[in-house]
């Protein structure tokens, strides 16, 4: 077969199902496009001048001796992470499915590895059945099927971050403009619990098997979050009503988490981990070992393992821990940086983001397995052109 | 939960002619190559869309669908899942038109995204067929089912390995030279040659069998 004749048929031939689906895809476009707002149109020559001024900014930070930060974050891109790693998700070790947060939105990957991307929004999180995910749409709160059908919107007085689906289904935490609020579960309700809240992601208490919130006796729905002084504060959502809140923290608060039966309460901060009981009590408090500083947590579904990453700025190293009470097992240590960990839903799996990497690892933590996964960026790569690393935003049942 | 559906509304949208197609693809094959004129009526039509032209948006979308879907289907061999990744292109090109360099051709960089999700589709349900072939033994997965394709041309590429048809679509139908085609998938040009040799053998080979 020749080339050119070869070329010329490519050109003509339409391929299967090519009309009706180019009908279907231009009416989502036009729709996606009648949405956004116009901008203004840009001067070329203020493009440039703007390029070259990030340009030179660029060369002189990185030769300075403060752009070392710099080069290390651009070597440390390149780490090669762990050998044999499959080049694509094909499957969720454990099953279930992950909702994942991406340049371009969130995507939600079947137990097959088989992706579909929901849609322009910033932010996921599975509600407890995985029948829908809420989702970030700028200054609103929705709530979408899996296949990434919107079933309700609200507006909210600003972005929102870190929305978080109470055990029951019933209730949906949210921050928005420095304020705490929280909507029923069909959208209905919607009102604010504190509106001086600090950027902590709230969380909800785990249920008991009878519906009650298991860290008091009734009534559910109970939410602990981190005020803008520093504060933990539990609160019955739906009367507003305080269970108990800690003396401000002086440390900056990074994460909340619950322990699976909802004894303890885990607030991870820049200066390491305090454990309170589920009566407002601090039992525990670990600082920052050996120079590293945690960075994320995430508690086990069953038990009371936390898993723990650090990072250790001086060395460039991370590490994954399991911290159960005292004792703390080493799970896997790496160059560059770890962005997150989440647990599967049996606890049987924990998903390791490594970013400097571009991998995602399954490691099993009564083996030690490890199960790596390359390419992580492109594979969630719409064309987005500002990239930031898939993270891990829920792994469902 | 009680809330209703917020969306609705059917998907019926006039066809275009397949005039419109070739309104900047259809050219003889010595001027596959961006012309000046071409690439100039391109970023027109980027500013436009920026600032809310529907009918630029339009002209966008129908001058670069058929070759991002033909490729997507070429490689991914699954017309659904060609639909879904050039619907989800044209998506993030949308939603990235204020940010989008306009120096830089619309066309070549929305098919290269299209390019790069259709081999991860691919390379993910071949891995997704062996994986099941070798753990239970199961004769015939869907996997391995061949398409239902009427046009002969189309079956032979469909019919070549993974690897050789990837190359075939990214030569002949969208353009790229032999060194861009090595960049993308990280092998020596040589290869990216010795497989598009056979690949074109092979095609001759099945069309000739099949009376084409």
């Known amino acids: 077969m020749r080339s050119r004749e070869l070329r010329r048929m490519l050109r003509e031939r339409p391929a299967e199902r090519e009309l009706p689906a180019r009908e279907r895809a231009w009416e989502v476009v036009r729709a996606a496009h009648a949405r956004r707002s116009p901008a203004p149109s840009r001067r070329r020559s203020f493009r440039m001048a703007a390029a070259g001024i990030a340009a030179v900014a660029l060369i002189g930070l990185v030769l300075s001796p403060a752009g070392g930060a710099v080069r290390d974050w651009v070597e440390e891109v390149i780490d090669p992470g762990v050998e044999r790693a499959a080049p694509s998700l094909t499957e969720v070790p454990g099953g279930g499915r992950l909702a994942v947060e991406a340049s371009d939105g969130p995507w939600v990957v079947e137990s097959d590895g088989s992706k579909r991307f929901l849609g322009e929004y910033d932010a996921a999180a599975w509600s407890p059945r995985g029948l829908f995910l809420a989702v970030a749409a700028g200054p609103s709160l929705a709530a979408v099927e899996p296949d990434g059908d919107p079933r309700w919107t609200i507006p909210t007085p600003g972005p929102i971050r870190s929305p978080r689906w109470a055990p029951t289904g019933v209730r949906v935490a949210y921050l928005s403009a420095g304020a705490l609020g929280v909507v029923a579960g069909d959208g209905t309700g919607d009102r604010v619990l504190d509106r001086r809240v600090a950027a902590v992601a709230p969380a909800w208490a785990p249920e008991r098997e009878d519906g009650s919130a298991s860290a008091g006796p009734t009534p559910a729905h109970l939410l602990a979050y981190v005020d803008s002084d520093g504060a933990v504060r539990l609160i019955e959502a739906d009367t507003g009503k305080e269970r108990w809140a800690t003396a401000p923290v002086r440390e900056r608060a990074l994460q909340l988490a619950w322990s699976s039966a909802g004894r303890k309460l885990h607030l991870l901060t820049a200066g390491g981990i305090r454990t309170y009981s589920s009566g407002g009590r601090e039992v525990e408090r670990r600082g920052s070992a050996n120079g590293a500083v945690g960075t994320v947590m995430s508690a086990a579904p069953t038990g009371d393992a936390v898993a723990v990453i650090s990072r250790d700025p001086a060395r460039n190293r991370s590490h994954l821990s399991i911290r159960r009470g005292d004792a703390e097992r080493e799970l896997f240590s790496g160059p560059g940086r770890f962005t997150g960990v989440t647990w599967s839903p049996t606890g049987e799996w924990l998903l390791l983001e490594w970013r400097d990497a571009d991998q995602w690892l399954f490691i099993r933590p009564a083996s030690g397995k490890v199960r790596a996964v390359s390419r992580i960026s492109r594979q969630f790569d719409l064309g987005a052109t500002k990239q930031r690393f898939p993270r891990v935003a829920g792994w469902c049942c | ?212």
């Open chain 2, 1 to 212: 939960m009680t809330a209703t559906d917020a969306v609705g509304g059917g998907r019926r949208w006039g066809v275009p002619s397949e005039a419109d197609d070739h309104r900047f693809l259809g050219r003889p094959a010595r001027e596959r190559r961006p012309l000046m004129g071409l690439l100039a009526g391109e970023r027109r039509l980027v500013s436009q869309a920026c600032e809310g032209s529907e009918e630029a948006v339009e002209r966008l979308f129908q001058a670069t669908w058929p070759q991002a879907y033909r490729a997507a289907y070429l490689i991914a061999r699954d017309a659904g899942a060609a639909e879904d990744i050039a619907q989800e292109a044209f998506l993030s090109a949308v939603r990235a038109l204020d940010r989008f360099d306009r120096r830089r051709p619309f066309g070549p960089w929305l098919r290269r995204i299209v390019v790069n999700r259709a081999i991860d589709f691919a390379r993910a349900r071949e891995i997704r067929a062996e994986v099941a072939l070798e753990g239970i033994g199961e004769p015939g997965t869907d996997e391995r089912v061949e398409p239902v394709v009427s046009d002969e041309l189309h079956r032979a590429i469909l019919g070549l390995e993974l690897e050789q048809r990837t190359c075939v679509v990214l030569r002949y139908l969208l353009d790229w030279t032999p060194g861009e085609i090595a960049e993308l998938l990280g092998i020596p040009r040589g290869t990216v040659n010795s497989r598009l040799r056979r690949a074109l053998d092979r095609l001759a080979q099945t069309l000739e069998e099949g009376g084409g």
